[in-house]
């Protein structure tokens, strides 16, 4: 549940105000561990925007030395809050995805070389995957004016959905500008034992600055995925691969 919800999380994106029909927008996320600061990877992020609205993308994970570890790709010409996604880790051998969007949406889950599915119900307020970008963008002045938004979450690596909510914990600021704090922990008993998240936003642009939690890459090491800060720096750290401009997604 929590790992499937990561996924959204790493991949929300600014949503400029765009004046012409389409345009891609590329911008970078690096993850560093939550503990000893270590440098993790880098999450390579494009988005299709028409007429301002999001329609599609692409995320590339690479590691520190510029190797690609995963690629998800997004359609949201289905539901703007519910993708057709595909996310993979080759060498891990793990698959997830949403394959239809209905009255029930469709997800599926490969994982151990054992592929399994599993159709959820869509009952509004509902989103999945990085359509909860689009649903906090929605909620954006809610949640500024300190309301709890309550939700439910698709999570297609559990082929489940869940109850979540979002709220205001308060502002910090990054890079030198202010900023705003939202909490998402789940909406039920399982908050107790489910870790929280944390995420930094810009309260005018409603841009993505920074995320705490559990990371959506696994840990080769110990078969976990890592616990993670992942800043959306206007410029890559020091500890960023050289050639980051040149990263590919192809």
Do not use: C
């Amino acid at each position: 549940m929590i790992r499937a919800l990561i996924l959204a999380l790493a991949s929300l994106m600014t949503m400029p105000t765009l004046r012409a029909a389409e345009q891609v927008h590329r911008f970078y996320g690096y993850a560093f561990d939550i503990k000893s600061n270590r440098y993790l990877y880098t999450e390579v992020h494009e988005q299709t925007l028409a007429d301002g609205r999001w329609v599609s993308g692409r995320i590339g994970y690479f590691s520190p030395d510029g190797k690609r570890l995963g690629l998800k790709t997004l359609d949201f010409s289905a539901d703007p809050f519910i993708p057709l996604y595909d996310y993979q880790l080759p060498a891990l051998g793990y698959r997830e995805g949403i394959t239809k969007i209905g009255a029930e949406v469709m997800l599926t889950k490969t994982a151990d070389g054992k592929t399994q599915t599993k159709a959820v119900p869509k009952k509004d307020p509902i989103t999945g995957d990085s359509g909860f970008h689009n649903f906090l963008y929605q909620h954006f002045a809610d949640l500024l004016a300190g309301k709890t938004v309550p939700f439910t979450f698709i999570a297609a690596g559990n082929l489940d959905s869940y109850k979540f909510r979002a709220k205001r914990v308060g502002d910090t600021s990054f890079e030198g500008k202010k900023a705003v704090q939202f909490l998402v922990e789940a909406n039920s008993l399982l908050r107790l034992v489910a870790p929280n998240l944390q995420v930094t936003y810009d309260p005018t642009e409603k841009r993505l600055l920074e995320y705490r939690g559990p990371s959506n890459v696994i840990d080769p090491k110990t078969d976990k995925v890592y616990d993670a800060r992942i800043a959306y720096y206007a410029q890559p750290p020091a500890e960023a691969p050289k050639t980051l401009p040149e990263l590919q997604l192809q």
